[in-house]
């Protein structure tokens, strides 16, 4: 090949992911962040990976996978079928996807419990005309709500457990007040965000058969699944997953959203290496967190800079009320869509365009009320 082509072929590919950066806002901005950073506090390029958390990656894969599986059976919209025949309002299915979503976060983690219930949402959307973008904005601040109230809701939770020593039964009871609190707000924003009006069902005049063998293999492997990442298996199990649909259904893995994967990964890598900073470290010691509203204001702040799972880690350095600093991180998954990972999963499996206004139109608000109610708990 001559030099020509070679510089032609270069060229082309540098052309093909500018323009895949530049239609993802996200993905932008993680680039450049992480450019600023190799500038401002450079590392070696080939320790970059080691800032990976790579169990949540693939584990992100494994669900991907077998979320796009139990969708390409048709039982997502067989499911949607069934329910929109039985719940006749807008605002009622909205408040039953929003307990669903919390109810399956406090024992499945806010990210397992979006897989489930953010395409089962997009299924009764291509039913029933609804506001997809509403309910995808309150079914995110549903699984950041109702994973506060176990060690298994969400990462932070479970390294701060971990960390403080308390029985299981001892931290429930402890965020029980912040989860009730938070979830009676959620449920008064989405009784105000959705009309009673009777659902539209006009176009559900199809059949919806389901591929039972996929449905029931895709299930099975979905606990399977979940019970080895959680016991840390997930590289092997993953492998399997993988080489399975390949051999049998290889449309399941090419269609998954590669892109959240990479967009994940530069998140690990930007947001630790922020949290890695001096000038963080030194700011936080500087401002003193030794009091529970202190340590409380500092996890629901920080974590709107460099998410709650960071922040949780970099706090419990400077305090050991495990507490303030649970509650404070808890609420610091609201606000900035940066402030929980499980908000970028939700905009991302939306797969709407403009997402990110009225996602930020509803979240801070609502962040801001829930630091007045975290406050008054704490």
């Not at 600023?36 to 996978?65: E, K, M, N, Y």
Request: hydrophobic share 60%.
């Amino acid at each position: 090949m001559s030099e020509v082509n070679v510089k032609r072929t270069r060229l082309d590919w540098i052309g093909r992911i500018w323009r895949t950066v530049s239609k993802e806002p996200v993905l932008a901005i993680l680039v450049f962040a992480l450019a600023v950073l190799q500038v401002v506090q450079p590392r070696p390029w080939p320790s970059l990976p080691g800032l990976v958390d790579w169990q949540t990656v693939l584990t992100l894969a494994g669900l991907l996978i077998l979320t796009k599986a139990i969708e390409l059976s048709g039982f997502l919209m067989w499911a949607a079928h069934r329910l929109v025949h039985h719940i006749h309002g807008e605002r009622t299915l909205a408040l039953l996807l929003v307990a669903l979503a919390a109810a399956l976060s406090t024992v499945l983690t806010n990210d397992v419990a979006l897989f489930a219930v953010v395409p089962l949402a997009l299924s009764l959307h291509k039913l029933a005309p609804l506001p997809i973008k509403r309910l995808v904005i309150v079914i995110a601040l549903a699984v950041n709500a109702g994973s506060i109230l176990t060690p298994l809701g969400n990462p932070q939770n479970l390294f701060l457990w971990q960390t403080s020593g308390v029985a299981f039964g001892a931290f429930v009871w402890t965020m029980l007040p912040l989860c009730a609190a938070l979830m009676a707000l959620l449920a008064i924003v989405t009784f105000a965000m959705f009309r009673g009006q009777a659902l539209d069902l006009s176009s559900d005049v199809d059949e919806h058969r389901v591929d039972r063998v996929l449905c029931v293999i895709s299930a099975v492997a979905f606990a399977a699944f979940v019970f080895l990442a959680d016991a840390h298996h997930v590289g092997p199990a993953l492998a399997v997953l993988a080489a399975g649909f390949l051999l049998w259904r290889r449309e399941v893995v090419f269609r998954i959203d590669w892109l959240l994967l990479l967009i994940f990964v530069l998140m690990f890598i930007v947001l630790r290496s922020a949290a890695a900073m001096p000038v963080i470290h030194q700011a936080i010691a500087h401002l003193g967190i030794d009091t529970p509203v202190r340590a409380y204001a500092a996890g629901a702040v920080l974590s709107q800079g460099i998410s709650n799972v960071p922040a949780a880690i970099v706090l419990a350095e400077f305090s050991k009320d495990w507490r303030a600093l649970t509650y404070g991180v808890s609420v610091g998954g609201f606000g900035i869509a940066i402030g929980s990972l499980a908000n970028l999963i939700a905009v991302r499996l939306s797969n709407e365009k403009g997402m990110w206004t009225p996602f930020h139109i509803v979240s801070i608000p609502f962040w801001i009320v829930a630091m007045v109610i975290g406050w008054a708990l704490v």
